[in-house]
């Protein structure tokens, strides 16, 4: 037994209700229709919120540091000794790297001397520190005997600064920088820097100025106004400046990561283009209906709007499991990549609202030269490329099913081949001056002299746990070299510095690391008291990717058990609810595994910038997974809250996903194109991170919208048929009576129907 709402036609026959019968009543609906009758107290009203936020972040707002925390890990506790022990090397390091030309050396009298007079200036008073800008406490020499390489032709001298540098400190990073290249580079030395100083800000502009382009292009395929295309880009516009000023005012109260504006930027023009996208077609289409500007505006936001509420409760459902994992860093990384998605939820369910009010039927002004006008009454959507599309995934449903499947399958199943860990600076690419000091890095010291592994002992009484450490790794496969224990001023806390062999992102340094923590480092400290944790970059991120782990299993039962509940209580049906998680997860996989394919495997490697293979990042999987989830579920959201409203309204169920899909499927289609393009534009990106970031999201984000959502799931709800609308009664009592479409009181009258079989209908010329 389902229920429809049915009315009557012009002959006095029950039938589906037309859009001007079936407006929305409720709470939603009422604010909804506040915000279309007083548009002007809402605009002035966001302006006011703005104000307040410019001033918030004028006085408490904060700049972005990166702070990587593992609470519990041999690699945290190894970070707190060094910090509490070793006061006098907390400052951050720039490595100077020199190079003579190919096959020449360094230590010619001209080179020698233009070296010696770029460290001597280092170490004058024009770079010590004061108390507001950093300086350098000590800067290495480049020509003794492990500063200088066996070829003659490379060499560096580290250059400590007086304190940990973040974004403020910059300007005093590239003096030291400029200066020593003013120095050197007139007698023929190439000079590059690494190390804890050289992370250049990561820059914007290029990559959301390209998004915005093609964002465009094809809202105005889409809507063929430039009015109605300026609207949405306008939109994700205010609410990405919004969510901005709370980032800063976030920044000011807990440390927000230096990658963060990227994820907000690339998730927050996507997602506030989209959104609207979704509410101002609605709009436009009641319009085109007949229905007033103020009706049509409370409608759009009382049934679209509503859905887009859902679609953000969504995403927060996966930021906020990001919280099992335990690891701050990750979790401020997806709270803050969800700032644009509640700007965004916000500002589309109020002040866009208000500005379709103020426009009307302006919307459709200003006409796209060369292009036809787009008829949005349902009549001519019925006849579009997108409801054909439709209508042939539903009468070919028993074949379309199992070839999509098994493709998408395929597809996911690469994402077995991924290999978690680090891709270390030598993955960077070549036009940052760290990749470039990297390569030489490793070719004057060897691959592993950039990532040394450091192992802390606490020595609680055991003075001689160092030597034997010491003792035990010379000698060790893999180990290159090992550095004298060096001991804090008070002797209680030991360092002893192990070289491997390999670079910090190759399966053999994860190896190593292996066999220091569960052989070497054990073995020798049994004797005694003294306690010993290997570190570095390489463990680092091996004990982050264990954290993952050992979590992921809580992370994945909490956002797919809230969100299967949350969306069979929206459609009151578990079989839709557990299709969305389900497909969700399998265009995840395909995005991993297009990723792996990419940047781990090399396939096509050298369109994204990039020239060398290396691991995927430990914290990219559960971030961009918590993301996926939630954006992914929004196409799922939109398709479905319309087909459903068609299905109440008096439709069966391939006859409402004929209509939903002609009726919202164009819509899907150009979101998942925009925020695809404005994702795969972040490719172009300097940083590798941000690039890993665009490809997995464009991927996964394109195959859920185009494969899984208009094309496996119809197939899917057409061969279940009413089967698709079930859910438990026991269930169905239990859960708030709060679905996604609005309650229509009065509007028709709901009545309990069978299902009847389906006449085929004519095919639409």
Request: aromatic share 8%.
């Given at each position: 037994?389902?229920?429809?709402?049915?009315?009557?036609?012009?002959?006095?026959?029950?039938?589906?209700?037309?859009?001007?019968?079936?407006?929305?009543?409720?709470?939603?609906?009422?604010?909804?229709?506040?915000?279309?009758?007083?548009?002007?107290?809402?605009?002035?009203?966001?302006?006011?919120?703005?104000?307040?936020?410019?001033?918030?972040?004028?006085?408490?707002?904060?700049?972005?540091?990166?702070?990587?925390?593992?609470?519990?890990?041999?690699?945290?506790?190894?970070?707190?000794?060094?910090?509490?022990?070793?006061?006098?090397?907390?400052?951050?390091?720039?490595?100077?790297?020199?190079?003579?030309?190919?096959?020449?050396?360094?230590?010619?009298?001209?080179?020698?001397?233009?070296?010696?007079?770029?460290?001597?200036?280092?170490?004058?008073?024009?770079?010590?520190?004061?108390?507001?800008?950093?300086?350098?406490?000590?800067?290495?020499?480049?020509?003794?005997?492990?500063?200088?390489?066996?070829?003659?032709?490379?060499?560096?001298?580290?250059?400590?600064?007086?304190?940990?540098?973040?974004?403020?400190?910059?300007?005093?990073?590239?003096?030291?920088?400029?200066?020593?290249?003013?120095?050197?580079?007139?007698?023929?030395?190439?000079?590059?820097?690494?190390?804890?100083?050289?992370?250049?800000?990561?820059?914007?502009?290029?990559?959301?100025?390209?998004?915005?382009?093609?964002?465009?292009?094809?809202?105005?395929?889409?809507?063929?106004?430039?009015?109605?295309?300026?609207?949405?880009?306008?939109?994700?516009?205010?609410?990405?400046?919004?969510?901005?000023?709370?980032?800063?005012?976030?920044?000011?109260?807990?440390?927000?990561?230096?990658?963060?504006?990227?994820?907000?930027?690339?998730?927050?023009?996507?997602?506030?283009?989209?959104?609207?996208?979704?509410?101002?077609?609605?709009?436009?289409?009641?319009?085109?209906?007949?229905?007033?500007?103020?009706?049509?505006?409370?409608?759009?936001?009382?049934?679209?709007?509503?859905?887009?509420?859902?679609?953000?409760?969504?995403?927060?459902?996966?930021?906020?499991?990001?919280?099992?994992?335990?690891?701050?860093?990750?979790?401020?990384?997806?709270?803050?990549?969800?700032?644009?998605?509640?700007?965004?939820?916000?500002?589309?369910?109020?002040?866009?609202?208000?500005?379709?009010?103020?426009?009307?039927?302006?919307?459709?002004?200003?006409?796209?030269?060369?292009?036809?006008?787009?008829?949005?009454?349902?009549?001519?959507?019925?006849?579009?490329?997108v409801a054909r599309w439709g209508r042939f995934v539903t009468r070919n449903a028993r074949f379309v099913f199992p070839i999509?499947?098994?493709?998408?399958?395929?597809?996911?199943?690469?994402?077995?081949?991924?290999?978690?860990?680090?891709?270390?600076?030598?993955?960077?690419?070549?036009?940052?001056?760290?990749?470039?000091?990297?390569?030489?890095?490793?070719?004057?010291?060897?691959?592993?002299?950039?990532?040394?592994?450091?192992?802390?002992?606490?020595?609680?009484?055991?003075?001689?746990?160092?030597?034997?450490?010491?003792?035990?790794?010379?000698?060790?496969?893999?180990?290159?070299?090992?550095?004298?224990?060096?001991?804090?001023?008070?002797?209680?806390?030991?360092?002893?510095?192990?070289?491997?062999?390999?670079?910090?992102?190759?399966?053999?340094?994860?190896?190593?690391?292996?066999?220091?923590?569960?052989?070497?480092?054990?073995?020798?400290?049994?004797?005694?008291?003294?306690?010993?944790?290997?570190?570095?970059?390489?463990?680092?991120?091996?004990?982050?990717?264990?954290?993952?782990?050992?979590?992921?299993?809580?992370?994945?039962?909490?956002?797919?058990?809230?969100?299967?509940?949350?969306?069979?209580?929206?459609?009151?049906?578990?079989?839709?609810?557990?299709?969305?998680?389900?497909?969700?997860?399998?265009?995840?996989?395909?995005?991993?595994?297009?990723?792996?394919?990419?940047?781990?495997?090399?396939?096509?490697?050298?369109?994204?910038?990039?020239?060398?293979?290396?691991?995927?990042?430990?914290?990219?999987?559960?971030?961009?997974?918590?993301?996926?989830?939630g954006l992914s579920m929004d196409y799922m959201v939109f398709l479905m809250s319309r087909v459903r409203e068609e299905h109440?309204?008096?439709?069966?169920?391939?006859?409402?996903?004929?209509?939903?899909?002609?009726?919202?499927?164009?819509?899907?289609?150009?979101?998942?194109?925009?925020?695809?393009?404005?994702?795969?534009?972040?490719?172009?990106?300097?940083?590798?991170?941000?690039?890993?970031?665009?490809?997995?999201?464009?991927?996964?984000?394109?195959?859920?919208?185009?494969?899984?959502?208009?094309?496996?799931?119809?197939?899917?709800?057409?061969?279940?048929?009413?089967?698709?609308?079930?859910?438990?009664?026991?269930?169905?009592?239990?859960?708030?009576?709060?679905?996604?479409?609005?309650?229509?009181?009065?509007?028709?009258?709901?009545?309990?129907?069978?299902?009847?079989?389906?006449?085929?209908?004519?095919?639409?010329?």
């Amino acid at each position: 037994m389902t229920e429809h709402t049915v009315g009557q036609d012009e002959n006095g026959t029950e039938g589906r209700l037309a859009a001007h019968e079936r407006l929305s009543t409720g709470s939603l609906a009422g604010w909804a229709r506040a915000c279309a009758t007083h548009p002007w107290r809402v605009v002035l009203g966001w302006l006011g919120i703005v104000v307040v936020l410019i001033v918030l972040v004028g006085t408490v707002g904060g700049g972005l540091r990166d702070e990587f925390e593992i609470p519990g890990s041999e690699t945290q506790k190894a970070t707190d000794l060094i910090e509490s022990e070793f006061a006098s090397e907390q400052g951050g390091v720039l490595n100077v790297v020199f190079a003579a030309p190919e096959g020449e050396r360094l230590d010619t009298p001209e080179r020698r001397a233009a070296i010696e007079q770029a460290i001597t200036r280092l170490q004058g008073s024009e770079f010590k520190p004061t108390e507001d800008r950093a300086g350098l406490e000590s800067v290495g020499d480049p020509f003794s005997e492990n500063t200088f390489s066996e070829s003659g032709r490379i060499a560096y001298a580290e250059a400590q600064f007086d304190r940990v540098i973040y974004d403020e400190d910059r300007d005093s990073v590239v003096a030291v920088q400029e200066a020593v290249r003013e120095a050197v580079e007139p007698a023929g030395v190439t000079v590059e820097y690494n190390g804890e100083a050289e992370f250049p800000p990561i820059e914007q502009g290029t990559a959301e100025l390209l998004g915005l382009l093609a964002a465009m292009i094809v809202l105005l395929i889409v809507f063929r106004t430039f009015v109605a295309a300026f609207i949405p880009i306008l939109l994700a516009i205010a609410a990405l400046a919004t969510a901005f000023l709370l980032l800063f005012i976030l920044a000011g109260l807990t440390d927000i990561n230096t990658i963060t504006p990227i994820l907000v930027t690339m998730i927050g023009l996507g997602v506030g283009i989209d959104y609207s996208l979704f509410i101002v077609t609605r709009f436009r289409q009641l319009l085109h209906e007949g229905i007033s500007p103020v009706d049509a505006a409370a409608e759009a936001g009382a049934s679209a709007g509503r859905a887009v509420l859902f679609a953000g409760l969504t995403v927060a459902i996966g930021v906020t499991g990001l919280a099992f994992f335990g690891l701050d860093f990750v979790t401020k990384l997806g709270i803050g990549s969800a700032l644009g998605v509640l700007t965004t939820v916000l500002l589309a369910n109020s002040l866009l609202l208000a500005v379709l009010r103020l426009l009307g039927h302006k919307i459709d002004r200003l006409k796209v030269p060369f292009l036809p006008a787009i008829d949005d009454s349902e009549a001519a959507r019925e006849k579009t490329l997108v409801a054909r599309w439709g209508r042939f995934v539903t009468r070919n449903a028993r074949f379309v099913f199992p070839i999509v499947l098994l493709l998408v399958i395929a597809l996911a199943a690469t994402a077995g081949l991924v290999r978690l860990g680090v891709g270390d600076q030598g993955t960077a690419p070549k036009e940052q001056t760290a990749r470039r000091a990297y390569d030489l890095l490793a070719e004057g010291f060897g691959p592993g002299f950039n990532g040394p592994i450091p192992i802390v002992v606490d020595l609680n009484g055991d003075a001689e746990a160092p030597q034997r450490i010491f003792d035990r790794v010379q000698g060790l496969p893999g180990v290159a070299s090992v550095g004298e224990p060096q001991l804090n001023d008070a002797g209680t806390v030991g360092i002893v510095f192990v070289t491997p062999e390999t670079a910090p992102q190759a399966e053999e340094t994860n190896d190593l690391v292996d066999r220091l923590r569960g052989d070497v480092v054990p073995a020798a400290t049994s004797a005694g008291d003294a306690v010993a944790y290997v570190s570095g970059q390489t463990a680092a991120f091996k004990d982050i990717g264990e954290r993952i782990t050992e979590r992921a299993p809580l992370f994945l039962l909490y956002i797919i058990g809230v969100t299967f509940l949350v969306l069979a209580m929206a459609f009151r049906s578990i079989v839709v609810s557990l299709t969305a998680a389900i497909t969700t997860i399998l265009s995840a996989f395909v995005g991993f595994g297009v990723l792996t394919l990419v940047v781990q495997e090399g396939h096509l490697l050298g369109l994204t910038g990039l020239d060398r293979t290396g691991p995927i990042e430990t914290f990219i999987p559960p971030i961009a997974f918590a993301i996926l989830f939630g954006l992914s579920m929004d196409y799922m959201v939109f398709l479905m809250s319309r087909v459903r409203e068609e299905h109440i309204h008096g439709l069966h169920t391939r006859d409402a996903l004929d209509h939903g899909i002609a009726a919202i499927g164009r819509v899907v289609v150009a979101a998942a194109v925009i925020m695809g393009t404005v994702f795969a534009a972040f490719i172009l990106s300097g940083d590798r991170v941000s690039k890993e970031f665009g490809i997995l999201l464009a991927v996964a984000i394109l195959t859920d919208a185009l494969i899984v959502r208009m094309t496996l799931v119809p197939a899917l709800f057409t061969l279940l048929g009413e089967k698709t609308w079930y859910i438990p009664g026991w269930l169905d009592r239990l859960l708030p009576n709060v679905t996604v479409e609005s309650p229509h009181e009065g509007n028709g009258r709901v009545v309990p129907v069978e299902p009847q079989p389906r006449t085929e209908a004519a095919e639409p010329s």
